[in-house]
């Protein structure tokens, strides 16, 4: 007998061939790189996720009659129970709402520094997981902000899918099952007692290794959303939980109080906007540098103008160009951008002539040596930045669409768990400029608008970012992947909007980031051991060339115009599933 997916599937399979909507494979013919983890074709309602479980609580929830903001909400719940290296619910993040027919709206659940904090806590701080490093966490009142303004099921309804994975166990998908075990090895090895209780909830019950196709229950977990469900969001901020978590951070040396809690707010914002290749280009504005960076890395791109690259993904030439834009924008990052409550977003900065002047200094025959961009900030030496984050779309029958990104700052945060709660705490303070004035060749930043204030929000990078034609959303699109998130969708922009690769090839084309300081060009090797010729004539622009294995996974819907179809496509860089729904 089929199950409920199979039967879904099936369908799907049967309605492609009507012309109606059909799972299909990437076309990767003309663009090498990464494949797909899953490509669906669809005409209503459709969730994509690092999980396949959470992909399908946000179908069922359209299923349901959600809209995208429920389903989203669903999603984002769920994938804290089935994808807890960095879905979460101790941790923050943006989430991008368009409604047919209005402008997308932003809303800011990025974390706070708690009230104790100094300019000089960070610098003092050398364990990136300590609960020191733990920023007050904003997801729920985030996801409660976005459901209540632009949701139509109950509250109780969209915790429904994530309460019952959390109880009755999930299925231990393989992304899952390494990302478990490579966990619990490193956290093995710390001497720290506050990082033992990650153990006792995430280790196999056997004492073994986790296995595609395991059972995760997570029964404590299961019941801090039941109370979040039954009592409303202030039960996290002012209920049992704030004050297990209060309590908590009292006995391990932390800074968050029960004042901390109860004073984080949520906040609705209006989003970068930016045109590209005749499109509108809508993302997650401060204190995300997300869209702020892609605006001006776009329009220094159409400012230089891109030569085509014919049939290859990308030519040294078109990485060359892009390389330099985001070199230039990351300057821009460091010198401007941080917590828009504290430091206000220059108007000029978004100006087509700021962009222009900066892309001036672009040679097509030389690439620029960083260190003679620095300008105002002085540079020094000195440690980098890590990963994980997770990203998904969703698009309902009607048409509302949401782009959410949300983290823990590092794969399973600070490691730290109050045994009372069952959920990862992130280290997001490690978002903020760690030493104030030193910026190092390295990729520290020590500039003024990022530096550490109590009740102040540290920058991120995360992009969530919905794309329209016309007033049609035609793309929703972000990725994990720290600073480098903001260049993996300004990789997957170019592809699908300016070289007009249909979606499944944008998401398998290699991508490359330049974070302006280190000075170095990180390129994907494209799924193969090396990089090639590309490498060569890089180098001989004077690129100084890093291979890495994947960047991001960007988890993308895509909306023909035309037909209004859509095409979802998880990124294969991390794994990831497509849920669609038959009709609305
Ligand atoms: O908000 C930020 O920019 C970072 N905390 C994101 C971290 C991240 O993406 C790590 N991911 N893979």
Not at 275 to 285: I, K, L, R, T, Y
Request: hydrophobic share 40%; glycine share 10%; with cysteine.
């Amino acid at each position: 007998m089929l199950n409920r997916r199979e039967t879904l599937r099936a369908a799907l399979a049967l309605a492609g061939t009507a012309g109606i909507g059909a799972r299909c494979t990437a076309q990767t013919t003309a663009v090498s790189g990464y494949r797909p983890a899953d490509v669906l074709r669809g005409p209503a309602g459709m969730a994509v996720s690092n999980s396949a479980a959470a992909s399908s609580a946000g179908r069922d929830i359209l299923a349901a009659g959600g809209n995208a903001v429920d389903a989203a909400v669903a999603v984002a719940f769920a994938l804290a129970v089935t994808w807890p290296e960095a879905g979460n619910i101790g941790g923050g993040g943006f989430m991008m709402i368009a409604p047919p027919e209005q402008d997308p709206v932003c809303v800011d659940y990025r974390e706070t520094a708690p009230q104790a904090v100094t300019a000089t806590t960070l610098a003092e701080q050398t364990d990136r997981r300590h609960p020191r490093m733990v920023g007050v966490p904003g997801t729920v009142r985030g996801l409660a902000l976005a459901q209540q303004s632009h949701g139509r099921l109950s509250w109780q309804a969209v915790l429904q899918p994530a309460i019952a994975l959390a109880a009755g166990g999930c299925v231990v998908e393989a992304p899952l099952a390494d990302s478990l075990n490579a966990v619990l090895a490193a956290v093995s090895k710390s001497t720290a007692p506050w990082h033992r209780p990650l153990e006792q909830t995430f280790g196999h019950p056997q004492r073994r290794r986790w296995r595609a196709g395991d059972r995760l229950v997570q029964p404590v977990l299961a019941a801090t959303l039941q109370r979040i469900a039954e009592e409303g969001p202030d039960e996290f901020y002012s209920g049992q939980t704030a004050r297990s978590l209060a309590d908590y951070f009292e006995q391990h040396q932390g800074l968050i109080t029960a004042e901390d809690l109860e004073g984080y707010q949520a906040v609705l914002r209006q989003p970068i906007r930016t045109n590209f290749a005749g499109h509108q280009v809508w993302a997650a504005p401060p204190p995300s540098s997300g869209g702020v960076a892609l605006r001006l890395a776009l329009q220094m791109i159409e400012h230089v103008g891109m030569p085509d690259p014919g049939d290859a993904a990308w030519t040294p030439m078109t990485v060359h160009i892009v390389a330099e834009a985001m070199r230039r924008t990351f300057r821009e990052r460091a010198a401007y951008l941080g917590d828009p409550d504290f430091t206000p977003l220059p108007a000029w900065l978004g100006r087509r002539a700021h962009a222009a002047k900066l892309a001036e200094s672009i040679s097509r025959s030389r690439a620029t040596d960083s260190r003679t961009l620095a300008g105002d900030i002085p540079l020094e030496t000195g440690p980098v930045e890590s990963p994980q984050t997770t990203h998904f779309s969703v698009i309902d029958a009607e048409g509302m669409a949401v782009s959410n990104t949300y983290t823990l700052e590092a794969s399973w945060g600070s490691w730290l768990l109050d045994p009372a709660t069952g959920f990862v705490l992130n280290n997001e303070m490690g978002d903020f400029n760690p030493v104030p004035g030193v910026t190092d060749l390295k990729g520290q930043i020590g500039t003024a608008p990022n530096q550490l204030a109590p009740g102040k929000r540290m920058l991120s990078s995360q992009t969530p970012t919905i794309v329209r034609r016309d007033g049609k959303t035609v793309l929703i699109t972000g990725s994990p992947g720290g600073r480098t998130i903001i260049n993996t969708v300004l990789c997957v922009l170019v592809q699908h909007l300016l070289f007009a690769r249909p979606l499944p090839e944008a998401i398998a084309a290699p991508r490359f980031h330049h974070g302006w300081l280190p000075d170095q060009l990180r390129i994907e090797t494209g799924g193969q051991s090396r990089l090639g010729e590309l490498r060569g004539r890089l180098e001989s622009l004077g690129h100084r060339v890093v291979e890495t294995r994947g960047q991001g996974a960007a988890h993308s819907i895509a909306i023909e115009p035309a037909s209004g179809i859509r095409v979802g496509v998880a990124d294969g860089r991390r794994g990831g599933r497509v849920a669609a729904t038959l009709i609305g």
